[in-house]
């Protein structure tokens, strides 16, 4: 993951104070902050806050950022700081034991919970369960290696563990999305799909 | 630790495989089809990896509402002092073609075309992805059904010129001569997109041609009036329908999102089925038959894996509220 042409553009001109820059800045990473955040926290009000705060931090403090080989992990490291941060404060956890009570048994992730509510309305299962079954971190994991297509060196530094953890969360995650995909799909299709010899 | 004793799950974490699966290259293409090729006895192993893999990088998260940009921007406004102001980024634009600069071609276009001597076509067949380098080290990618035409060879410096019916994405590669930049163009039933160096999607499927253009600039040429020129710069996404033989341009926020499946991967965004279903017919060949009145309209949003027929009804299947049926070469969508 390094930057696209034309991000580190941008970050010097925001550094500038260029406020177009700054605005461009938010619109282009916006989203897949917000996507990687709800991994870290399903509370998309925390996901919402972090986003702001982290903006607000880096353009206050902008005259003092260096020029980050690539942008996006820059700010997805600071994004996972903040809501680790707003889940670790005392008054982040009352309010989230209050909604654990009320949508979540201690055996359930969330994540199932949700599909077990909706379950007659959006039947989300084979490929989607599988992620789903696995834990918070190795989806975490997963997200950051396979979707946002960082480096397992990057994703040691964002999810702050080690590089021998990254690569057996990450080794385990696969290996359950084989188990379940293994039960769940006929493998018998397998051989079209297009392998294309040029 | 060799390839050769690779598991699957090695595989599936391996760096330079994820590379192949998920954003493929000529020089991946060329190694692990090579890998394979020598390794036969691999394929499992190898498909069922691919498979984990684009599983792996489905995104069942939620994208922020349009709404709810604009609300967090204005709260982050607020706590800024200097009020950075806010820009338009999305909606519709028409520009009329008074707006576009009109160029005389006269006779330059005589002998503008090649003889094909010894023309080569490349073509795709249902599903089939095919990454070409062109000898001037253009990269393309033919999506399936699709055809590109080109002389057997290019004079070094002279016009650089490909013929596309379907769908392909063009990386071209800056080539000077006499110290001028040397065009490429590729030509489609309607319009003609010249370029100097740039990354460009070209469709022509459904009866009208579509260009998008991510980085660089592109002059577009209604093949019916020569005169007419159009300037596209980066984020245009231009459509030219034969049936009103009217070109309409438009903005868009995130162009890599419309030739994601040159990656294998499909983005939808509030896409209505009855548009997939098109999508699935022009990719696999097989006719969609959506079963209900109102089943054409569901909407669709995520990415999924575009690779494999099946991996992609199963998703529909996950993400809307309906069943899909494959059968006798056809395929049938019902709402639950």
Known sequence: MENDAGD?????????????????????????????????????????????????DIWNGRENLTDPDSVKYYLFRILRRKISRILTSPYAAEQLEEQHLEFISPTESFETEMVRLEGDHLKLRKVQD??????????EAI??????????????????????????????????????????????FLLSCTLILF | MGYEDFTTDDFATDTYFCRWVLKPDIQTDAFWMEWLSTNANRSREIQQARRIVLVAAMEPGNDPTEQTIDELWQGIEQRTQSKPKIIAFTGWRMAGLAAASILLLLSAFIGYRYVFEAAKTYETANGEIRRLQLPDGTMVTLNANSSLRMPSSWSHGGAREAWLTGEAFFKV??????????????????????????????????????????????????????????????????????????????KVTDTRSWYSWKDNRWTFESTPLSEVATLITETYGFPVRLEGDSTGNQKVTGIIPSDNLEDILASLE????VTTEQKDKQIRIQPN
């Open chain 2, 318 to 321: 996950s993400i809307l509220d």
């Open chain 2, 173 to 250: 590669k800056k080539q000077q001569a006499d110290g001028h930049p040397v065009k490429f163009t590729v030509h489609t039933d309607d319009v003609d997109v010249e370029v100097k160096g740039t990354e460009f999607n070209v469709n022509t499927r459904q009866d009208k041609t579509r260009v998008i253009l991510s980085e660089g600039d592109i002059q577009l040429r209604l093949v019916n009036s020569k005169k007419e020129m159009l300037q596209m710069k980066p984020g245009d996404l231009v459509d030219f329908s034969k049936a009103k033989q009217a070109l309409a341009i438009r």
């Open chain 1, 130 to 139: 599988a992620i789903l079954q696995l834990s918070s971190r190795q989806q």
């Open chain 1, 143 to 188: 997200n950051l290696r396979y979707f946002h297509d960082f480096s397992h060196h990057q994703i040691a530094e964002i999810m702050d563990i080690s590089l021998q953890s990254v690569h057996n969360t990450l080794q385990k995650a696969m290996k359950g999305l084989r188990l379940v995909l293994d039960h769940n799909i006929e493998f018998l």
């Open chain 1, 8 to 56: 580190l553009v941008l970050w010097k001109a925001f550094k500038t104070g260029d406020g177009e820059a700054f605005s461009k800045i938010y619109r282009l990473y916006v989203k897949v902050l917000y996507r990687y955040g709800q991994k870290i926290s399903p509370d998309t009000k925390v996901v919402e806050d972090a986003i702001q705060d982290l903006f607000v």
